[in-house]
């Protein structure tokens, strides 16, 4: 089944522990992207990558990292979670930029 | 200026009416726009897309596009209860998303 995974789905943490939430695409997809999406702001993009190594800053970038060593992964990592990045977070994929765009489950991140 | 300002809504139709739904966006080299479907607790899924001035239509869907006014709009024909759900817009400005936060469409039976 053709499909964007994400993992955890649900994560309460503390300010200031690392965390790495990971997405996974089977369907080949050359664009990848992160966003969060909180009430009353809608989707905003964090990073997004064009191709393997290939990463760039989306519209809030600030207090995330994300690397695309492989085709398929797109991991998002806070390297110092504060409260503020409390948010539900969507990775998607997508063949090429303006092609289907297909999201994750979404990861509902909580930060204390 | 946000990038993509949608109305919040809720907008609220009968069922069988026609539901317009509008957004309009900021910067003029905005050459791709979209139209997502989000029903509560669930991620978007695409709807629609248009890169053209003019309709585009899709079985009951039809955006609109009009880019000397910065206009994108989607009718939805015949609304149904399941086509509750939030709509939203967005578009492509070197090679990033920006989304508007969404409008509310509530069909009642």
């Known amino acids: 089944e053709a499909q964007v995974t994400q993992n955890p789905r649900y994560l309460i943490t503390v300010t200031g522990k690392k965390l790495t939430v990971t997405c996974s695409q089977n369907?080949?997809?050359?664009?990848m992207s992160w966003y969060r999406q909180d009430p009353g702001l809608g989707l905003r993009q964090i990073y997004y990558s064009m191709n393997v190594e290939v990463t760039d800053k989306g519209d809030v970038p600030e207090g995330y990292k994300v690397s695309r060593k492989e085709k398929r992964n797109f991991p998002l990592i806070l390297e110092s979670p504060s409260p503020n990045q409390t948010s539900l977070y969507f990775c998607a994929s997508s063949l090429a930029l303006t092609d289907t765009q297909y999201f994750g489950p979404g990861t509902r991140l909580t930060v204390l | 200026q946000k990038e993509v300002e949608q109305n919040s809504g809720p907008l609220s139709v009968p069922e069988g009416a026609i539901a317009s739904l509008n957004c309009t966006y900021s910067?003029?080299?905005?050459?791709?726009f979209f139209w997502y479907r989000q029903y509560s607790g669930k991620s978007p899924e695409l709807i629609m897309s248009i890169y053209s001035n003019g309709d585009k239509e899709d079985g009951r869907f039809t955006a609109q596009l009009n880019k000397a006014s910065q206009y994108v709009s989607l009718l939805i024909r015949d609304s149904q209860p399941s086509d509750s759900a939030t709509y939203l817009c967005?578009?492509?400005?070197?090679?990033?998303?920006?989304f508007g936060s969404g409008t509310k469409l509530n069909v009642k039976p």
């Open positions: 910067d003029r080299v905005s050459q791709s």
């Open positions: 369907m080949n997809h050359e664009y």
């Open positions: 967005a578009v492509i400005n070197f090679n990033k998303f920006y």
